[in-house]
């Protein structure tokens, strides 16, 4: 039997189930090797329309994103990214968040290619 740590943290790292692709216009994402350049862009992305809320090690108005990759599919990553407010209307583990964090994620007027860049940051990010 799990304590109630213990099913915290194994609630925090279940991948969203079959489907949990989030609610957006993302629907696939195809993953290869990590793309340093795209990576690169990320970074730069992510410094000016992500920072002021979220960190990697430590949560700050938003949650950490350490380890956001093993948690989520890449769909619901840039889904919450382009879509925030409906994903936290609707998806159930975007609520979650919402109840948790108690913050609206904002919508940053981010482009499908600039969230699939900071979605290979987060990528890199993660393999450290």
Known sequence: MLSACGK???KEQAVPEAGGKGIGPVSSV???PIDEATAEKGRKQFETKCSACHKFEEKVVGPALKGVTERRTPEWIMNMILN???MTQKDPVAK???AEHLTQMTFQN???SEAREILEYFRKQ???
Request: proline content about 6%.
């Open 8 to 10: 915290e943290k194994e």
């Open 30 to 32: 195809v993953l290869g």
């Open 84 to 86: 925030p407010t409906e």
């Open 96 to 98: 979650e968040l919402l």
């Open 110 to 112: 981010v482009k499908e």
């Open 126 to 128: 993660d393999k450290r």
